[in-house]
């Protein structure tokens, strides 16, 4: 969780749980995530969840909020598409740092041959 300080509002909490699910490693695993979007659709979530459960218990809610929830998840669809390219391409580039650094300690004088450097 964290503070985010929003003028003329207060400071609210945004959480990134990964669906209810939170993030659990394996010793050494790396999983990169996209924090802003993980707190957008996590906030969506929780937010939806407490809609239907106002809802539930009678409440009834303004058009403005409906449409407001209607619009955000219709960005979040589309943020999915590109969150998911997102991970990839750093994911990649993660993998290819980590063997080029194993690579190039396993025989750096091989590595340098050919590279301009004396």
Do not use: H
Request: one cysteine or more; hydrophobic letters at 35%; glycine letters at 8%.
């Amino acid at each position: 969780m964290m503070l985010w300080p929003v003028p003329n509002i207060g400071t609210i909490p945004l959480r990134a749980d990964n669906q209810g699910l939170g993030y659990k490693l394996s010793t050494g695993e790396v999983k990169p995530i996209n924090l802003v979007y993980e707190f957008a659709e996590t906030e969506f979530r929780r937010t939806s969840q407490k809609k239907s459960s106002y809802e539930s218990q009678g409440y009834t809610f303004s058009s403005d909020i409906t449409t407001w929830l209607a619009q955000a998840e219709a960005l979040l669809v589309d943020a999915r598409s590109q969150a998911d390219e997102k991970v990839r391409a750093i994911t990649s580039y993660f993998r290819a740092g980590a063997i080029l650094e194993c690579q190039g300690a396993d025989d750096p004088g091989d590595r340098r041959k050919g590279s301009g450097r004396s």
